[in-house]
């Protein structure tokens, strides 16, 4: 079985500030990675993923994200924010050896921009 | 290009009463989950339809059912309804698998009075 945490609920920041938003994963088997943005009520849409490769991945709307294999971590980064990054973000994992699986997320965190 | 279609998007129920929700896959995909997103959690997976079978399924009491159709389109029905079923429900559509081609749908809001 596999587990994501993520380990803060609130992220205020100031625009146009860096931020980085952190996810934690077990799992005892390899896992894809993947992080999901919601917009209020809105559905989720996927901002970047990690399958193989290079451990620096970069996704749409300007974040990026590591996969640290040692450290069990898939942290988001945004080098400048906007307030229209304000959402909710969710970090998931599918486990690699599965013929068909489907998706673990964390409790996600709030990104809260303000000007 | 139409993503997934979820129906309706809100709706307010009974306690002790059934539902069900609809959803239509994105174009070309196969593959149908669905997902429970309860207020300030993260979404937790219900079931997956393939090939109108129930493929797989995460740890939900049978009050919890679901159907696919041989256009891929997918219903998930919830009989006896508690308040603690209050939530968001997402579809996701998929072709296959597991590398991350999951499409979701806006969801339906279900409150349970």
Redesign the interface.
Known sequence: AQS?TQLDSQVPVFEEAPVELRCNYSSSVSV?L?W?VQYP??????LL?Y?SGSTLVKGINGFEAEFNKSQTSFHLRKPSVHISDTAEY?C?V???N???????????TMLLVSP | DAGVTQSPTHLIKTRGQQVTLRCSPKSGHDTVSWYQQALGQGPQFIFQYYEEEERQRGNFPDRFSGHQFPNYSSELNVNALLLGDSALYLCASSLGGREGGYTFGSGTRLTVV
């Open positions: 994501v894809y993947f999901y009520n809105q559905g989720l849409q996927l993923k399958l969710f998931a599918i486990p690699t599965s013929g068909y699986s489907t998706l673990t997320f964390g409790k996600g």
